[in-house]
């Protein structure tokens, strides 16, 4: 039973929360009605607008552009510039429906006009948004309205909305397909760039000069060394050869060997026999 009486408790609580909300919604849906004399004004400045800028041709548009820009009006220069896009696509003004015109309040000093507009080749929807300025010419009693933006939104058909997002599309890919198609040119040009290179590199290695040719240093003369040069140099062996005999060496060994043998065996030298003995000629020796 408790829970019963918390859920209910719960559920009221809830529909109070949303009736003080819809109440609040309701509050500010409804503001501050715009004064008559407001909206009159309003409602003849938008067409005043309207009626002057369907008059302007390219020249006197172009004209009017340029002096905006220079006085810095940033309000008239967007909406001359949003005209000159859509001047072309309207064609000449039929009428305007003043009476259709709706003036709202969108805060406490500034107000919107909206109002239709028929042309030669299609509708446009004119929205002209002003807001209250006090003025400090005692001449001029109250306020003035000073417009802060002025929007042109022609009508366009299902059918010219389609043929338009279908050509931005083509424009789109075609724009794509043009960049791609330079990337690969560029791509396939760096091997041109390589020979390029190579051909440039040649032709300045064949314009370097080649280089003189360099004469041989004259041959320096050999001076005679002097004698004690040559007697520190390292000696010379003169070794016989093996086929000649030096016979004065062995005249001495014959007489030193007789001597010895005669000394140890006492015997007089007239008594020995001394026989020469000759070597062959290319012999070796022999291990036993």
């Known amino acids: 039973m408790k829970q019963n009486m918390k859920k209910a408790l719960l559920v009221l609580c809830m529909a109070v929360c949303f009736l003080t909300l819809s109440?609040?919604?309701?509050?500010?849906?409804?503001?501050?009605?715009?004064?008559?004399?407001?909206?009159?004004?309003?409602?003849?400045?938008?067409?005043?607008?309207?009626?002057?800028?369907?008059?302007?041709?390219?020249?006197?548009?172009?004209?009017e552009l340029e002096d905006a820009q220079w006085r810095k009006n940033t309000v008239m220069e967007t909406a001359l510039t949003a005209w000159q896009t859509s001047m072309t696509e309207l064609g000449g003004l039929v009428s305007i429906d003043t009476a259709g015109a709706v003036v709202t309040r969108l805060d406490k000093h500034s107000f919107e006009v909206t109002m239709e507009a028929q042309f030669e080749k299609r509708p446009l929807t004119f929205t002209l948004t002003a807001e209250e300025q006090p003025v400090g010419n005692s001449l001029v009693s109250g306020p003035i309205l000073v417009p802060t933006d002025l929007l042109f939104v022609p009508y366009y058909t299902t059918g010219e909305k389609l043929a338009k997002a279908g050509m931005n599309t083509m424009m789109g890919m075609g724009t794509v397909f043009?960049?791609?198609?330079?990337?690969?040119l560029i791509i396939g040009s760096f091997k041109n760039i390589n020979k390029l290179e190579a051909s440039m590199a040649a032709k300045k290695q064949a314009n370097v000069?080649?280089?003189a040719p360099v004469s041989a240093p004259a041959a320096a003369v050999s001076e005679?060394?002097?004698?004690?040069?040559?007697?520190?140099?390292?000696?010379?062996?003169?070794?016989?050869?093996?086929?000649e005999e030096n016979l004065a060496a062995d005249t001495e060994l014959v007489a030193v060997i007789t001597a010895a043998i005669a000394a140890a065996a006492s015997v007089p030298a007239e008594g020995l026999v001394v026989r020469s003995i000759r070597r062959r000629p290319g012999s070796k020796w022999k291990n036993a």
């Open 23 to 63: 109440a609040c919604s309701a509050d500010s849906g409804n503001p501050e009605p715009v004064p008559q004399q407001t909206k009159e004004t309003m409602i003849s400045g938008a067409e005043e607008y309207l009626r002057e800028f369907a008059a302007f041709d390219a020249k006197r548009l172009q004209s």
């Open 178 to 184: 043009l960049v791609l198609i330079f990337i690969s």
């Open 209 to 211: 000069p080649a280089p």
């Open 224 to 243: 005679p060394e002097p004698a004690d040069t040559l007697a520190s140099a390292e000696p010379v062996w003169d070794i016989p050869l093996p086929g």
